[in-house]
């Protein structure tokens, strides 16, 4: 499947990828607080990501 995921600045693309994301349906198995945490994933790469998983209907998982 293609990525899907928006373009984010190259410290959380790498976060991403170090933790198996490869779409936004991999983030909506994860909570925010777990996407939060990785080394690279700041503030704005967040919003830019809630964004985009708004846009396809996706939210976070719960705990």
């Known amino acids: 499947m293609a ?4 373009k984010l600045a190259a410290p959380a ?15 909506a198995t994860m ?3 777990d996407v939060v945490a990785l ?3 700041g503030p704005s790469a967040m919003t830019t990501i809630k964004a985009a998983m708004k846009a396809k209907k ?3 998982a719960k705990r």
């Open 58 to 60: 996706l939210a976070f």
């Open 39 to 41: 080394h690279g994933m």
């Open 31 to 33: 909570t925010e607080a």
């Open 13 to 27: 693309r790498r976060a991403l990828a170090r933790a198996g994301v490869t779409n936004l349906s991999d983030l």
């Open 3 to 6: 990525s899907d995921l928006p």
